[in-house]
């Protein structure tokens, strides 16, 4: 069924021919320019990569802690995403020197045993669902692994995450926004026990305990703050990184040849046209802070921007023939993992696992083939796929 357009084009995002079509739901904001208003978000809006890159770019400027603004956020809300420097930069340093310690040949050779492992398993059956039977436990294994923690209740853990989700698009949800402050909560706790579980030894290897460990060597960051990244972390890794898996095969699929070249090796460019192409974040909102002006455009102290990253990707002034995904594009300067001090922590993590994954798929099944409709997710901020059903090729 074709859904009706409406005045403001931001909510068309959440139509299901848009959340299937990215090419056709973001022609409509590249070709606008500069800033333009948005009743739907009560917020102005960038969709071009130079706007979006500089508001991105400028904490100073543009906040993602909106106490900078006057409010009120609950301690329960205050993390490694919701702080800016300085507060972010001593939050930012502890995650990165722990994950930067992780042992990363295991990693990768672990990654790719499951991944194997995995399509193995599916290797007799006539057909499967990449999401379901493949990408979400193969993230959700790979950033527990990594924080070095079990779930009590993956079922239970799968739903609330769905539910944070949901909330990212409270302006055209508003019914989401409770049940995502609880779930964030929920999930908030479960990190916030691991931590005080720990007791970590010399061999410990996961990141929660070795964030445990230099959190009692300092006082920069509350156990509060170090919490609630956990949970931004762990959410991230499963949501962000499975869904990035599914709307990659999906884009190789539509794009005859991709996936059969990913056999021979993903390459570094092939990552990061992936991200571009076919990235889950596609929106990121910040506040002005000061009365200022977005490359000529005036944005006053308290406005927010809505920075439209998915579209900026889509630039055809930075980007040559942009919805075509191509292999080997270079330079690639997309917004597909942010910009600035709040860029993705995990974006190697990330790509890892997509290399593995997409490898391994794509070795097993040359090529796999497209079963029925693919059915995506209700998520504009990230978008994702429901069900992906795959056959043999
Ligand atoms: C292993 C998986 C992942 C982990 C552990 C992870 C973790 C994180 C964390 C902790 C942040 C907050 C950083 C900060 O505010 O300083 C972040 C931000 C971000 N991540 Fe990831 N991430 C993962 C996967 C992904 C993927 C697959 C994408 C998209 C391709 C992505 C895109 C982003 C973006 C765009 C931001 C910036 C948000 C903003 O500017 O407000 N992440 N990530």
């Known amino acids: 069924m074709i859904e009706a357009p409406v005045g403001d084009p931001i909510r068309n995002l959440i139509t299901p021919r848009a959340l299937s079509d990215p090419a056709s739901a973001w022609e409509p904001f590249r070709s606008r320019g500069g800033l333009w208003w948005s009743e739907t978000l009560d917020s102005w809006v960038a969709a071009s990569l130079s706007d979006c890159s500089t508001v ?203 996936l059969d070249a990913l056999a021979d090796g993903v390459t570094d460019a092939a990552l990061q046209e992936l991200v571009r192409c076919a990235g889950p974040v596609q929106a990121e909102a910040r506040g002005c802070v000061r009365d200022t002006d977005v490359n000529g455009h005036p944005v006053r102290r308290g406005e927010i921007v809505t920075v439209l990253v998915a579209a900026a990707n889509r630039d055809e002034r930075v980007f040559d023939d942009p919805d075509t995904l191509r292999l080997d594009r270079h330079p690639n300067p997309h917004l597909g993992f942010g910009r600035g001090p709040h860029a993705c922590l995990g974006a190697p993590l990330a790509l890892l696992l997509t290399r593995t994954a997409l490898g391994a798929l794509a070795r097993r099944h040359r090529p796999p083939r497209l079963l029925g409709e693919p059915v995506f997710r209700r998520n504009v901020t990230l978008r994702g796929l429901h069900r992906l059903d795959l056959g043999r090729g």
């Open 56 to 258: 991105l770019s400028d904490a100073d400027r543009f906040c993602s802690d909106w106490r900078r603004l006057g409010e009120d956020t609950p301690v329960s809300a205050l993390s490694v995403q919701t702080l800016d420097p300085p507060e972010h930069t001593a939050v930012r340093a502890l995650l990165v020197h722990a994950f930067r310690s992780l042992g990363w040949d295991d990693l990768r050779r672990s990654t790719a045993d499951n991944a194997e492992r995995r399509l193995a398993a599916l290797a007799d059956r006539p057909s499967f669902d990449f999401m379901s039977e493949f990408a979400g436990p193969l993230a959700l294994d790979t950033i527990t692994g990594v924080l070095g923690v079990g779930l009590p209740d993956e079922s239970r853990f799968v739903a609330i995450s769905a539910d944070i989700v949901d909330s990212m698009d409270y302006a055209l949800r508003p019914e989401t926004v409770e049940p995502g402050r609880a779930a964030r909560g929920e999930l908030a706790e479960l990190a916030g026990r691991w931590l005080g579980e720990r007791t970590p030894g010399p061999g410990e290897r996961g990141l929660v305990g070795r964030l445990a460990a230099s959190r009692r060597a300092t006082d920069d960051v509350s156990e509060t703050v170090l919490r609630n990244s956990l949970r931004v972390v762990l959410h991230s890794g499963y949501e962000s990184a499975s869904r990035l898996l599914g709307n990659a095969v999906l884009a190789c699929l539509r794009s005859p040849g991709t």
